[in-house]
Nanobody, 115 residues
Framework: QVQLVESGGGLVQPGESLRLSCAAS????????IAWDRQAPGKERESVAS???????NYANSVKGRFTISRDSAKKTVYLQMISLKPEDTAVYYC?????????WGKGTLVTVSS
C-alpha cells in the first residue's frame, strides 16, 4: 500500500513561486507513472504535469514554461516547482502515482494565488 502526502501549498501573490512536495510511504517499486493534478473551485480536475519512470515529462499547455515536475527517488518524493503563478492557478493540487494497474492519490494541498 502506498500513501501520498502533499505539502507546500499556501497563499501567494501573482508572480510569486511555490514548490509542492509529495512524499510517498510504502513500497513504490511498482510505480511507473507520477503526476500532479489540480481542481479549481467549480471546475473539473485536470492534469498539470506528469513524469514517467523513464523521466519523460509532460505538461498542460496552461503551465508549460512555468511548472516543473521532478522526483527524488531516494527520498520517495515528487516535487512541483511553480513560478510566475497566476490567479487561475488557484486550486487544490493532488499527487498521483500508478503502476501495475493500481493508482494512488494524496489528499491534496491548497494553492491560492491572489493579491
Amino acid at each position: 500500500q502506498v500513501q501520498l502526502v502533499e505539502s507546500g501549498g499556501g497563499l501567494v501573490q501573482p508572480g510569486e513561486s511555490l514548490r509542492l512536495s509529495c512524499a510517498a510511504s510504502g513500497s513504490i517499486s511498482s510505480i511507473n507513472f507520477i503526476a500532479w493534478d489540480r481542481q479549481a473551485p467549480g471546475k473539473e480536475r485536470e492534469s498539470v504535469a506528469s513524469i514517467t519512470i523513464g523521466g519523460s515529462t509532460n505538461y498542460a499547455n496552461s503551465v508549460k514554461g512555468r511548472f516543473t515536475i521532478s522526483r527524488d527517488s531516494a527520498k520517495k518524493t515528487v516535487y512541483l516547482q511553480m513560478i510566475s503563478l497566476k490567479p487561475e492557478d488557484t486550486a487544490v493540487y493532488y499527487c498521483y502515482m500508478s503502476g501495475l494497474g493500481v493508482a494512488y492519490w494524496g489528499k491534496g494541498t491548497l494553492v491560492t494565488v491572489s493579491s
